[in-house]
């Protein structure tokens, strides 16, 4: 069960705590499906909803096309994760969260 009354800055806390200790446990330069399952396991003991690749719709001028999008993970149906294994976030990764 979501526990609705853990605000999106705990949440956040939680997803970045867990990030940590993915990347202290796996290091660097693996794929992000890598990263992404181990990032999973560790906010489900945390007690976190994950829903992974969800898919999100495309609406182009008022019209839905389908899904168009899929994000990485939506944690308690609160705060979008996009899981990056790349030196440096560039502007491309930003605007596919913006996008999102």
């Given at each position: 069960?979501?526990?609705?009354?853990?605000?999106?800055?705990?949440?956040?806390?939680?997803?970045?705590?867990?990030?940590?200790?993915?990347?202290?446990?796996?290091?660097?330069?693996?794929?992000?499906?890598?990263?992404?399952?181990?990032?999973?396991?560790?906010?489900k003991?945390?007690?976190?909803?994950?829903?992974?690749?969800?898919?999100?719709?495309?609406?182009?001028?008022?019209?839905?096309?389908?899904?168009?999008?899929?994000?990485?993970?939506?944690?308690?149906?609160?705060?979008?994760?996009?899981?990056?294994?790349?030196?440096?976030?560039?502007?491309i990764?930003?605007?596919?969260?913006?996008?999102?």
């Amino acid at each position: 069960m979501i526990d609705y009354r853990m605000d999106q800055n705990r949440i956040g806390t939680l997803v970045l705590d867990a990030a940590f200790i993915v990347h202290k446990s796996l290091g660097p330069g693996l794929l992000e499906s890598a990263y992404e399952n181990c990032l999973i396991a560790e906010m489900k003991a945390l007690g976190l909803f994950v829903a992974s690749q969800v898919p999100l719709p495309l609406i182009y001028r008022e019209q839905p096309l389908g899904f168009g999008y899929r994000a990485d993970l939506i944690i308690n149906q609160m705060v979008l994760v996009e899981v990056k294994s790349v030196e440096a976030i560039n502007d491309i990764h930003v605007a596919q969260v913006i996008t999102l």
